[in-house]
C-alpha cells in the first residue's frame, strides 16, 4: 500500500522559510519521480517541483531560485525547501508520485504566509 505522508508546514513571515517533507512508503522510493504541488483558495492545483530518480530537477517558474526541492533515497524521504517565502505561496502542499498510470497522493500540509 502506497503512502506519502508530508509535513513542515506552518506560519511564518513573508520572507520567512520552511523545510517540507515527505515520507513515503510501500514503494521502491529510488526508482520514482516523486513531486510537490499545491492548491491555493480558489485556485486549481499547480505542480511545484519535481526530482526524478537521477536526481534532475524542474521547478514552476513561479518558484524558481528560492525553492530546492531534494530526496533523500536512504530514508525514503523528499523535500522541499522553500525560502524567500511570499503571500501567494500559501497554499496546502501536497507530495505526489505517479506509479502504473495512477497518481497517489498525501493529506497536504497547510502552509500560511503572513505579509
Known amino acids: 500500500q502506497v503512502q506519502l505522508v508530508e509535513s513542515g508546514g506552518g506560519l511564518v513571515q513573508a520572507g520567512g522559510s520552511l523545510r517540507l517533507s515527505c515520507v513515503a512508503s510501500?514503494?521502491?522510493?529510488?526508482?520514482?519521480?516523486m513531486a510537490w504541488y499545491r492548491r491555493a483558495p480558489g485556485k486549481q492545483r499547480e505542480l511545484v517541483a519535481v526530482?526524478?530518480?537521477?536526481?534532475?530537477?524542474n521547478y514552476a517558474d513561479s518558484v524558481k531560485g528560492r525553492f530546492t526541492i531534494s530526496r533523500d533515497n536512504a530514508v525514503n524521504t523528499v523535500y522541499l525547501q522553500m525560502n524567500s517565502l511570499k503571500p501567494e505561496d500559501a497554499a496546502v502542499y501536497y507530495c505526489?508520485?505517479?506509479?502504473?498510470?495512477?497518481?497517489?497522493w498525501g493529506q497536504g500540509t497547510q502552509v500560511t504566509v503572513s505579509s
Open positions: 510501500g514503494i521502491i522510493f529510488n526508482i520514482r519521480t
Open positions: 526530482i526524478f530518480s537521477g536526481g534532475s530537477t
Open positions: 505526489n508520485t505517479f506509479i502504473e498510470g495512477r497518481n497517489y
